[in-house]
Nanobody
Framework: QVRLVESGGGLVHTGGSLRLSCAAS????????MEWYRQAPGKQREWVAG???????NYLESVKGRFTISRDNAKNTVYLQMNSLKPEDTASYYC????????????WGQGTQVTVSS
């Protein structure tokens, strides 16, 4: 069983920055892919960024150049540095991690709210 704890959300003005963190804890797990998703009110949850255990990254086109995903494998933690924030980035942000050990489950964080005022 893996428990995820997210932090770092908040309220910022357009152009501001925030850094989200998501720490995994538990017993007997091996985190492979770590990802961030977001969900705005009335919209479907969308994938934002992902990073493999080796550090390979991918981003949603609309956040490329503004967001940076990173991870610390020793701490089982994934980060999302968000710069040049826009009102359309307002959403609840969720981390998702994949456990590379049987039964190969995915786990979700509880979500952290990011609000960007114009």
């Amino acid at each position: 069983q893996v428990r995820l704890v997210e932090s770092g959300g908040g309220l910022v003005h357009t152009g501001g920055s925030l850094r989200l963190s998501c720490a995994a804890s538990g017993s007997s797990f091996f985190i492979t892919t770590m990802e961030w998703y977001r969900q705005a009110p009335g919209k479907q949850r969308e994938w934002v960024a992902g990073i493999t255990r080796a550090g390979r990254t991918n981003y949603l086109e609309s956040v490329k150049g503004r967001f940076t995903i990173s991870r610390d494998n020793a701490k089982n933690t994934v980060y999302l540095q968000m710069n040049s924030l826009k009102p359309e980035d307002t959403a609840s942000y969720y981390c998702r991690v994949a456990d590379g050990q049987y039964p190969f489950r995915d786990y979700w964080g509880q979500g952290t709210q990011v609000t960007v005022s114009s």
